[in-house]
C-alpha cells in the first residue's frame, strides 16, 4: 500500500510542477532566426542550423532584440555583414 501511495505521489507530481515562462521577446527573436538564412548551411535558418556561425548570429540577433533594435535594423546589420543571401 505504501509503495502504491509513492507510485501515485511521483506520478502526480509532475503534474503539478509550474511551467518555465519564455522570456519576453523570444517569439520575435525566433521569428526573425526563421527568416535569416545560415551562411554556412545556406539551406537552413539560423534558427535551424547547428553551426557555430549560425549559434553566434543568434547571440547577436538576442543582443540587437533587447537594446531595442527595429526588425529592419536587425535584418539591415546581417545582410550589411554576411551580404544579402542571409
Do not use: H, N
Amino acid at each position: 500500500m505504501i509503495r502504491l501511495l509513492a507510485l501515485i505521489c511521483c506520478l502526480a507530481l509532475p503534474a503539478t510542477a509550474q511551467m518555465v515562462a519564455e522570456p519576453p521577446g523570444e517569439a520575435r527573436v525566433r521569428d526573425l532566426a526563421k527568416t535569416l538564412r545560415c551562411p554556412v548551411c545556406q539551406s537552413e535558418s539560423i534558427l535551424e542550423s547547428r553551426a557555430s556561425t549560425a549559434r553566434e548570429m543568434m547571440v547577436i540577433l538576442r543582443e540587437m532584440a533587447e537594446a531595442g533594435k527595429t526588425d529592419a535594423e536587425i535584418t539591415a546589420f546581417f545582410r550589411d555583414r554576411y551580404g544579402d543571401f542571409v
